[in-house]
């Protein structure tokens, strides 16, 4: 992990190299930030799908990638997590067939979530997604 950005309040937000150890570290500190803030429902969820847009950069894209976790306050029951990368040509989605290895990714991550999209930046993409927070009981 490049640093921790900001872990404070309603937002968490990493860089990570674009190297294979990226995909495990991301999986883990997005696992302990959503545990830490209490949404370890949502965990396992956004740990594979973070998983498979971290994937998706380092097959494509070369340099730093970040990973963000937003609770937006006008959005209180959603999460919304980002990754970004320095390559500017948004992901596509496609089918994949039965035996193809790859392609699925970006359909996993449009049936899991609430919504998802991408978006340019300064310099490179964001691909993000929303999933929603369960109501907290007693």
């Not at 994937?55 to 970040?66: D, V, Y």
Request: avoid cysteine.
């Amino acid at each position: 992990m490049i640093g921790v950005i900001d872990t404070e309040g309603e937002t968490a937000e990493w860089t990570f190299p674009a190297e294979p150890g990226a995909v495990r570290t991301a999986r883990t500190a997005v696992r302990d930030q959503l545990t830490g803030w209490g949404l370890g429902t949502l965990a396992d969820i956004t740990a594979l799908l973070v998983s498979e847009l971290v994937t998706n950069a380092l097959r494509h894209a070369t340099g730093p990638i970040g990973v963000r976790l937003v609770r937006p306050a006008d959005l209180g029951d959603t999460l919304r997590v980002e990754v970004s990368d320095p390559l500017p040509d948004p992901p596509r989605e496609r089918a994949a067939s039965p035996d193809d290895e790859s392609g699925r990714g970006l359909q996993l991550v449009a049936g899991s979530s609430r919504s998802w999209g991408t978006r340019p930046g300064d310099s490179g993409k964001t691909v993000w997604f929303e999933l929603a927070v369960p109501e907290r009981t007693g």
